[in-house]
């Protein structure tokens, strides 16, 4: 959907103020033309219980995920039977059992296969996630499926959001209303170094006494979005010292693939690391086609950087992303 789309049903929706047009600028200022909704518009505009939330992230989830998966299997040449095991990296929704065990009933995998869902990383999982896939697709000798799947809209509360108990509009709310989007991506990963590319290094890192920088808090209604606007600032004062170590032993990436985690986190990255347009070139195009779909996202700009051609044999890419921790998520790869 159009980004101006959204702002004119925002703009619709908000009560008549002198301060209507600064708080939808926000749509404006986020450099996002378009974001994918996994319901149609009309469902966003009903009152919606966590049942009813829940119910749409299994439905839906699980449809992304298995066009997803049987894409990404197709494309690597590798049948179903033949994975040792599935990390499922989604925080924006709760099924139990969870999303890759209902896959494993829709497509023919050994039943023997491993699975490790991982819920809790938010916009971090899908560097963590294919870490993760790396080191168990070596601990079990074979190729490992990578999902990473992610409806933040879902968890959008239009009215809460533009009259919290009563009150006028809710910023936070309405930035992310303005930002986040739905979206699903897949890998295989082989422990060889074969393939598209190979895992050179990983890294992770927690901020100390950030827990309410990112995340949820567990409602009755819902999981309400915890979001700082601290992060930018945490981004320009300390990444680069995070990065550090990593950029010493491996030297500086051919590639930058950042997590697009908005406007502001893109300029703090680029300032904080020195980095030109031309660096953050991938992350800029995925925020603009697809906002911010937590997890998946960076996924999406490890493919713009592929099908650029700009990651050749040979040439590494860095996969950064910042999830709730607050914390860091590093992976260096090398294209084969």
Known sequence: ???????????????????????????????????????????????????????????????????????????????????????????????????????????????????????????????????????LATAQDGPVLLLSMELCTLLFDVQRALSPSGGGPDKK??????????????????????????????????????????????EDHNLDVVLSPRIPDIVREQVAGVLAPLLAAHGTPDEWVLHPGGAKVVDAYRSALGLSDHDVRHTETVLRRHGNMSSPTVLFALEEAFSSGSLGSGRTALLAALGPGFASELCLLRAA
């Open 1 to 135: 959907m159009p980004q101006s789309e959204l702002r004119r049903v925002a703009e619709a929706l908000l009560p008549d103020s002198p301060g209507k047009a600064g708080i939808l600028d926000v749509f404006d200022n986020a450099r996002i033309d378009s974001r994918a909704l996994a319901m149609p518009m009309e469902w966003y505009l009903e009152p919606h219980g966590f049942r009813d939330r829940t119910r749409a992230y299994v439905e839906t989830g699980m449809q992304l995920i298995e066009q997803a998966a049987a894409l990404a299997l197709e494309r690597a040449e590798v049948a179903p039977g033949q994975i040792r095991g599935i990390v499922m990296v989604s925080t924006t929704g709760m099924a139990t059992p969870s999303l890759e065990a209902r896959l494993m009933n829709r497509l023919p995998f050994a039943a023997a296969t491993v699975r490790l869902p991982v819920w809790g990383l938010g916009c971090a999982g899908g560097v963590a996630g294919l870490s993760r896939a790396f080191e």
């Open 173 to 218: 709310a309405l930035i992310a209303a303005s930002l986040f989007g739905d979206g699903c991506a897949a890998a295989v990963v082989a422990p060889a170094k074969a393939g598209l590319a190979h895992q050179v290094a990983s890294a992770s890192h927690l901020f100390p006494q950030t827990e309410r920088v990112m995340g949820w808090d567990v």
